[in-house]
């Protein structure tokens, strides 16, 4: 059962532009979400974070917007650049489940200049 | 590098052979998890750890293996008599603990090739 769901495998975006990316989740106990962004043969690296009590965190160049009563997150990011190509997790935690973070199965993001 | 290490980057075990894989937390960080990504999957979680305590092992196959938190030194994910479909992507992450934030910080994995 994949409690966290992001189904876009794949986006190609042009430089300049807005990429977002998106992930829905199942279980209403999460209580945080996680964005995280990879490079083959790296582990994950920590992007940016929302808490469950707010709709929208931003960091930069990177928004995450939450929507709790359709389950469903995003991520932005305004302007894309090349370096930004990876492959993005979305992930979800709650603090009565040890904090274990359930991942969803990424997308890969091309930015194109 | 106060960063999460790992090491080996990469091991390559014949069939039946034992794993060791090790992870050193980030500094000031007193809690790990590790974590499993199959090829074509996503990360899956295995086992989280304080020292020299098991905190939740939910996501750990139920035999050969093993993970411990010693008081020195660091983190051990020990499988035994590997299979080939032990062969994946095995990534350490680090964290305050339960009183801190939910954010953990990943090493650069140990990729196990079992032949």
């Known amino acids: 059962d994949q409690q966290v769901k992001q189904n876009s495998p794949s986006l190609s975006v042009q430089e300049g532009r807005i990429s977002i990316l998106n992930c829905d989740y199942t279980n209403s106990m999460f209580d945080y979400f996680l964005w995280y962004k990879k490079y083959p043969a790296e582990g994950p690296t920590f992007l940016i974070s929302?808490?469950?009590i707010k709709d929208k965190n931003e960091d930069g160049r990177f928004t995450v917007f939450l929507n709790k009563s359709a389950k469903h997150l995003s991520l932005h990011i305004v302007p894309s650049q090349p370096g930004d190509s990876a492959v993005y997790f979305c992930?979800?935690?709650?603090?009565?489940?040890?904090?274990?973070?359930?991942w969803g199965l990424g997308t890969s993001l091309a930015v194109n200049p | 590098n106060a960063g999460v290490m790992q090491n080996p980057r990469h091991l390559v075990r014949r069939r039946g052979q034992e794993a060791r894989l090790r992870c050193s937390p980030m500094?000031?960080?007193?809690?790990v998890y590790w974590y499993r990504q199959l090829p074509e999957e996503g990360l899956k979680f295995m086992v989280y750890l304080q020292k020299e305590n098991i905190i939740d092992e939910s996501g750990m196959p139920k035999e050969r293996f093993s993970a411990e938190f010693p008081k020195e030194g660091p983190s051990i994910l020990r499988i035994q008599q590997v299979v080939r479909g032990d062969s994946a992507a095995y990534f350490c992450?680090?964290?305050?603990?339960?009183?801190?934030?939910?954010?953990?910080?990943f090493g650069p994995g140990t990729r196990l090739t079992v032949t």
């Open positions: 992450a680090s964290s305050q603990g339960q009183g801190g934030s939910y954010e953990q910080y």
């Open positions: 500094k000031g960080h007193s809690h």
């Open positions: 929302i808490s469950s």
């Open positions: 992930a979800a935690a709650n603090a009565g489940n040890n904090r274990k973070l359930i």
